[in-house]
């Protein structure tokens, strides 16, 4: 079971961390999540412990515990490839470069398939003004009220806000009617891949770009799926500098 670990202070190491959860050892990793640029730590740590019973133990003993002076959380996390939470947060850093460099720009339509709380759809909107728009589209209605407040907060009005239907992969948009698709975090939850990519490609225009980050599921599976289907050409690949990750931004264009 991988665990997350926050509200760590800055100074706590994973020897600290490992000491904490010394009654449910063995630990498999302990690694404190750190700035790709800067080094320094982001406030969390992950956490792999070998069975459920003792992730569920060192859950329920640990979570509120206190840790060099702070209160810390322990909860369960999705399990992670090498390097993607750390991609992830540079991500969120780096939103509107990433944006900028994909190709986002104004007047455009932008569809984010699986916005979640809106760390892209903000941005996209604000870049593609009052003449663009921005579909967020999302099958959790929490995370779509988030979105909605913060647009609401930043006096954006071009965001339209879809909660879909998990059990349905249709895309209620006209062919041909997006520059920029987002599917971010997503396509390891998605079953019938082949739907999705003929959905995603109906309503991209013939020059638009389809941006994918398949965390949980990495590049090279990814990869393999777009080559299968064959919907999709790979235009470039986008990331820091130096850094690897199992799984990083791929730009794709129609073939």
């Not at 020897?15 to 640029?37: M, N, W």
């Not at 006096?155 to 971010?184: H, M, Q, T, W």
């Not at 990083?248 to 073939?255: A, E, V």
Request: with cysteine; aromatic share 6%.
């Amino acid at each position: 079971m991988q665990l997350y670990v926050g509200g760590l202070s800055q100074d706590t190491t994973e020897v600290d961390i490992e000491k904490a959860f010394s009654g449910v050892h063995p630990l498999q990793l302990v690694k404190v999540i750190r700035d790709i640029e800067s080094g320094k730590s982001r406030g969390f740590a992950i956490v792999k412990i070998p069975t459920e019973e003792k992730g569920e133990e060192a859950i329920k003993s640990l979570n509120g515990t206190i840790l060099r002076g702070k209160s810390v959380l322990v909860r369960r996390m999705p399990e992670t490839l090498p390097g993607e939470i750390e991609f992830r947060e540079w991500l969120t850093d780096h939103s509107v470069e990433v944006l900028a460099h994909i190709g986002v720009r104004e007047a455009q339509t932008v569809l984010d398939y699986g916005c979640g709380p809106g760390i892209f759809t903000i941005p996209c909107a604000k870049m593609v003004g009052r003449r663009g728009k921005v579909y967020a589209f999302d099958v959790r209605p929490s995370l779509l009220k988030q979105l909605k407040e913060k647009a609401k907060e930043a006096a954006l009005s071009n965001i339209i806000a879809v909660l879909s239907d998990k059990s349905k992969l249709e895309i209620d948009l006209p062919d041909r009617s997006i520059n920029i698709i987002l599917v971010y975090d997503v396509m390891h939850e998605i079953k019938d891949r082949t739907k999705l990519l003929q959905e995603l490609h109906r309503v991209l225009k013939e020059d638009g770009i389809l941006s994918v980050f398949p965390m949980h599921m990495g590049t090279d599976k990814l990869m393999d799926v777009m080559r299968e289907y064959g919907l999709f050409c790979l235009r470039d690949r986008y990331g820091p500098p130096g850094f690897k990750a199992a799984s990083q931004i791929l730009n794709f264009k129609k073939c």
